[in-house]
């Protein structure tokens, strides 16, 4: 069984930054896609960021371009998330998710396991 563990979420200024991390164990890691995902309270989940099987790939959604950044350690188990000149709207609970595949996606329902999340909130 996959468990992912998010962590690394908090409270911080507009302009600020975070950075989270996702553990994952169960699977051999390496070989799989993994996904940053979030969720405003009343809105959907949405997608922010992917990643393919070498961290050779990303994706991002076009509101976070420029300030976010995906990565991974496959050596660590861990995949990434810098967040960066953060703003109000980046306010969500934020979730890692993996793909049984190599290569990223940008749709949840792709996702084959997803972790509890992580909350961020940016104050103005």
């Known amino acids: 069984q996959v468990q992912l563990v998010e962590s690394g979420g908090g409270l911080v200024q507009a302009g600020g930054s975070l950075r989270l991390s996702c553990a994952a164990s169960?699977?051999?890691?390496?070989?799989?896609?993994m996904g940053w995902f979030r969720q405003a309270p009343g809105k959907e989940r949405e997608f922010v960021a992917t990643?393919?099987?070498?961290?050779?790939?990303?994706t991002y959604v076009d509101s976070v371009k420029g300030r976010f950044t995906i990565s991974r350690d496959n050596t660590k188990n861990k995949v990434y998330l810098q967040m960066n000149t953060l703003k109000p709207e980046d306010t969500a609970v934020y979730y890692c998710?993996?793909?049984?595949?190599?290569?990223?996606?940008?749709?949840?329902?792709?996702?084959?396991?997803w972790g509890q999340g992580t909350q961020v909130t940016v104050s103005s």
């Open positions: 990643i393919d099987w070498s961290g050779g790939a990303s």
């Open positions: 998710a993996m793909r049984l595949r190599s290569g990223g996606s940008v749709r949840k329902g792709d996702y084959n396991y």
């Open positions: 169960g699977r051999t890691f390496s070989i799989y896609a």
